[in-house]
């Protein structure tokens, strides 16, 4: 036995859905389908302990994973990143428990290689033979080559301003390449539109139920690296929010499992001044972000107008006690500096956009000096 | 007790130094020197199964590495690099067996980050307090991000070329970065010249003792992946050739502490026909290397007209009954593009070089079909 995966049931209504054929959203309300599995069995079958023997990758969670078997699995390494103190910017900024995962040690140098290893792994056992995907960039590098290694055609839209990084590994890899005039939003409307004709299986992610899989082995990882002692707080940079999502899905399981308590860290999302509606959702007191008027930031992976799963990360960030705010470019741009000076840390502009968020943080006392805070770095640094 | 080390030898005449205080190169023979360990007392102290409980970096090795105390660590998370199985490129060449370990996935996205963070380390430890460094561009990023971590000032002398990456990150982290218009053996020079009334400590490569003890780990997680039996072949992007140095003074302590049995594999040393100083002097029989003229390479890595290293390289080559081989950089390219194209595996040109190497090699009789072959990616992808 390895997946206890039960079937795929709707985020919002009742609806639920078998696993083992091609699914996107509900059918009846349109929102996203999440991974079931069979919580209660596996609390009696599986232990902390047995991991010990398990290799050093995301794939040692096989039993809250959707794979079945182990010969669908497409890896190009997902080895477990790493949990790094930073206490000497800590001291900077008066803090004493400053730590951050570093994302950009994953294949293609992003946390996107983990929900599209994922997508990729299912879309194989399930015989899905096109992919297709509206990108803000390092998702598209990450279909490109999971696709590629298991020989499934991907079909990449994303704005023609796409980091150079981006726009060439796709092409590298031999993805089918479309560069837009416009934002991933646009570009989701144009898979959307065309995938029936074409044939191509929807990978936008929370419109596919397995990216978010992907996701939520970042909070399996922080978890057993914290001896399954949740911490204070995590500062996640957020375009998608696949990711709080993911993670606040996966806390929920481990505790049912018996593995963690009822603690949960209060999530706290960051976001550019210039493409901000959880943020601003957050601020107004709302259920769902409104779209993002013409959004602008140098943190091409915050640059998402709007995102499917705008109401599942505000609910994470609310049922946490977290928070939502906004850093400018410049900002940013700081943050990028003093974490390669302070710590020899070099990230990508939406990991430093957490590290830029961390003052104003703290002087509105939303983050306190002595509590565990992890942080974030989605990817690595690019040229 | 944590390290094994006795004391530095040279590695070509017979003086001993002590590690406990800085040194450079022998002062009798100018060669290299080597960090040596007390394996005959390791040999009984030590045994494989005492590294499951290790964290999964090199530094799961201590015994054999020279930091004595783990305070003097400067680590940003060295994860053990995947060992990958490519035998979809394998069949598409007539290889059965064929692996990548994909050294992009460590910290600044090279396997430099292993010899600087160990010379790092251990200038940490002797106090010293300015580091400075000739580079083709990797081995700089990565000493000026340990440096950073370790709050010791680096200079860094690289040609002006080198690419974007690797100057961006040297300024982000706050190095000191002199562009210059010459290759890395001119930049070398230079730190040669200046060091003395500048009080810099010498980083270079093999005039340094520790960097090669940081490569060496290379072969250590390599050995351990394999379950302590070695493949047939290594092939080896050769620049400074530290690497293949490392392994094999790797390879060799691990057996005098009967951990892997005589069997080695053959080293081939793979270098770009505008940069091929190793291949030539493996043509001619010669024992070192004569300096390669008006060296050019997209490569940067492979831009290396002399290595100090070079009888070193030149040694474990032959003793392993290996090879040396050149590809043009049109071969480079297109492997660039093969290697995404087959497994998903984006690559450095020096790690593409390998892959380019095969056919020849194969037609040439110098590996066989169903040889254990282990290609090194030194690097990630840069746009």
């Not at 990084?165 to 144009?190: H, S, Y």
């Amino acid at each position: 036995m390895n997946s206890y995966i039960q079937h795929l049931a709707c985020s919002n209504c009742d609806a639920t859905y078998p696993h083992t054929e091609p699914q996107n959203v509900c059918h009846l309300c349109g929102k996203p389908l999440f991974a079931r599995y069979s919580l209660d069995q596996l609390k009696d079958n599986w232990k902390p302990d047995d991991l010990h023997t398990r290799p050093n990758s995301f794939w040692r969670y096989k039993e809250l994973l959707p794979i079945q078997n182990d010969e669908d699995i497409v890896s190009l390494g997902e080895t477990v990143t790493p949990l790094l103190n930073v206490n000497r910017l800590g001291a900077q900024l008066g803090l004493d428990n400053l730590w951050i995962k570093d994302e950009s040690r994953l294949p293609t140098g992003s946390f996107k290689a983990r929900g599209l290893a994922m997508a990729v792994s299912k879309a194989k056992a399930l015989g899905i033979d096109k992919l297709a995907i509206p990108s803000a960039g390092n998702a598209a590098t990450a279909l490109s080559v999971y696709a590629a290694k298991a020989g499934i055609p991907a079909y990449i839209f994303m704005p023609k301003d796409t980091p150079a990084f981006n726009q060439k590994t796709c092409e590298l890899a031999g993805a089918n390449v479309t560069l837009i005039d416009g934002l991933i939003t646009d570009a989701g409307k144009i898979v959307a539109n065309r995938k029936i004709n074409k044939g191509w299986f929807d990978v936008s992610t929370l419109k596919e139920p397995y990216r978010v899989e992907g996701k939520k082995t970042m909070g399996f990882e922080l978890a057993e690296q914290c001896c399954w002692e949740l911490p204070d707080v995590i500062i996640y940079p957020t375009g998608g929010g696949t990711g709080i999502v993911g993670m606040w899905k996966g806390f929920k399981e481990l505790e049912r499992i018996g593995w963690i308590s009822k603690k949960r860290p209060r999530f706290i999302s960051v976001q550019s001044s210039g493409c901000a509606p959880i943020v601003k959702a957050w601020e107004d007191g709302k259920s769902d972000a409104e779209p993002w008027q013409d959004a602008d930031t140098i943190a091409s992976g915050l640059r998402v107008p709007q995102a499917i799963g705008d109401f599942l990360i505000l609910d994470a960030i609310r049922e946490s006690n977290g928070a939502a705010i906004s850093v400018s470019d410049g900002e940013i741009v700081d943050a990028m500096k003093l974490l390669p000076t302070t710590e020899g840390l070099l990230t990508c502009p939406e990991g430093a956009a957490t590290v830029a968020a961390l003052q104003p943080l703290l002087t509105d006392g939303l983050i306190g000096p002595s509590e565990k805070i992890v942080l974030f770095n989605t990817g690595g640094f690019q040229a």
